[in-house]
């Protein structure tokens, strides 16, 4: 386990991680005093309770938001396997359509 010290709007945390986890718990506290000294510089909410509990909700917003469109991307065809699929539909119309018109001409390839 690593000891870290971090600073979100002003006041020094100390945090504990594994060594793995260090560079994404770096991220995490960069994010919340981004989000919190937004709100915090927009100046109309000062008391560090509720800027906390707001970062908190536009963060959890936004991670729900990237998460729904994921779900929505994994759930939409590639756009490839469409055209695959309809190129094999049109590839199997076609090869009818020549043995349909192969039995039509008969074994001569004459029409009459």
């Known amino acids: 386990m690593k000891q870290i010290e971090a ?21 995490a506290v960069r994010a ?7 709100i915090h510089d ?7 309770e509720k800027i906390a509990v707001l970062a908190a909700l536009n963060l959890a ?3 729900v938001e990237r998460e729904q469109q ?15 699929a309809a190129d094999a539909a049109v590839e199997a119309r076609i090869r009818g359509l020549i043995d349909r018109i192969d039995s039509v001409l008969g074994e001569d390839g004459r029409l009459l």
């Open 70 to 84: 994921a779900a929505e991307a994994q759930a939409r065809p590639a756009p490839q396997a469409e055209a695959g």
């Open 42 to 48: 927009a100046g109309r909410i000062r008391a560090r």
């Open 32 to 38: 919340v005093d981004r989000e919190m000294s937004l």
């Open 7 to 27: 600073t979100i709007l002003g006041q020094s945390y100390r945090l504990v991680c594994t060594d793995e986890g260090e560079a994404v718990l770096h991220a």
């Open 61 to 63: 917003s936004q991670k």
